[in-house]
């Protein structure tokens, strides 16, 4: 069986207003929704891509402070 995880999880969102998609990056991080995960790295993926370098390092700031903790 061939899934392509990536279009799955973009078109169970493509209808999906802002409002939609921040619930559901919410509820996934309040419930530590490990199903989630999958859909979480997705969500990066495509924030990573369309992000020019001020916002990568931005991310990256971000993450390599929050791990640190």
């Known amino acids: 069986m061939?899934?392509?995880?990536?279009?799955?999880?973009?078109?169970?969102?493509?209808?999906?207003?802002?409002?939609?998609?921040?619930?559901?990056?919410?509820?996934?991080?309040?419930?530590?929704?490990?199903i989630a995960l999958p859909g979480m790295g997705v969500f990066m993926e495509i924030l990573w891509t369309d992000s020019n370098e001020e916002m990568k390092q931005e991310i990256l700031n971000i993450l390599h402070n929050r791990i640190k903790k």
């Open 2 to 34: 061939d899934i392509d995880i990536r279009k799955h999880i973009i078109n169970n969102f493509k209808d999906d207003d802002i409002t939609t998609l921040r619930s559901a990056i919410e509820e996934s991080i309040q419930e530590k929704d490990e």
